[in-house]
């Protein structure tokens, strides 16, 4: 399968705390992307990162990509209770017809408390 | 401006009836993917079309799910003697070009309930 592997599966940690999670992947890529989504609906991207990068920021968020290692983390720093939500990462293969196809992680679901 | 757009927001049917969801790219969007979000199997790629490049159906799960897209804008995902296994939420995706690095945008989707 190409589908991306993620941990943890659930992440409960208190308001202000630091969140990791890394998503595994077995193919090449063009780039890794990745998505909230709160409450079952609607993705929001985050952010992308490319193959030919190793890292990249935005707000909040830290991203790597270790394409020796087939694998990616995502950072969110001084977590808030409206981080809240379930993350996936996505990958988006190199090669094929299918230009920009997401193959989807488990996901992650991170709980903040207040 | 607008995001994409799906409707309906929720739909209840009855085992053996066709469905038809619909979904409202971003204007100017090029690219549209159909995806499928299940308890079961996570989310999971259903069709893509690209400008007027025959669409790729290969994450169409069999013959009772087919999807057009008219005039390369509005597009219809139709399920045919729906299942009770095809309660999912839809979910339709688009983005500007044929390019391979660009961010995909979704929609809210469609949640489908089959009794």
């Known amino acids: 399968s190409q589908q991306g592997e993620e941990d943890p599966q659930a992440l409960s940690i208190q308001e202000g705390e630091n969140a990791t999670m890394n998503c595994s992947y077995k193919t090449s890529i063009n780039n890794l992307q990745w998505y909230r989504q709160n409450s079952g609906r609607g993705l929001v991207h985050l952010i992308l990162?490319?193959?030919?990068?190793r890292e990249k920021h935005s707000g909040r968020l830290r991203v790597t990509l270790d394409t020796s290692k087939k694998s990616s983390s995502l950072l969110i720093t001084a977590s808030r209770a409206a981080d809240t939500a379930s993350y996936f990462c996505a990958i988006s293969n190199a090669g094929g017809t299918s230009y920009g196809k997401l193959t989807f992680g488990q996901g992650t679901i991170l709980t903040v408390h207040p | 401006g607008a995001g994409v757009s799906q409707s309906p927001s929720n739909k209840v049917t009855e085992k053996g009836k066709d469905v038809e969801l619909r979904c409202d790219p971003i204007s100017g969007h090029t690219a549209l993917y159909w995806y499928r979000q299940s308890l079961g199997q996570g989310l999971e790629f259903l069709i893509y079309f690209q400008g007027n490049s025959a669409p790729d159906k290969s994450g169409l799960p069999s013959d009772r799910f087919s999807a057009e897209r008219t005039g390369g804008s509005v597009s219809t995902l139709t399920i045919q003697r729906t299942q009770q296994e095809d309660s999912a939420v839809y979910l339709c995706?688009?983005?500007?070009?044929?390019?391979?690095?660009?961010?995909?945008?979704f929609g809210p989707g469609t949640r489908l309930l089959v009794l």
């Open positions: 990162i490319r193959s030919n990068e």
């Open positions: 995706a688009s983005r500007p070009g044929g390019g391979r690095l660009e961010t995909q945008y």
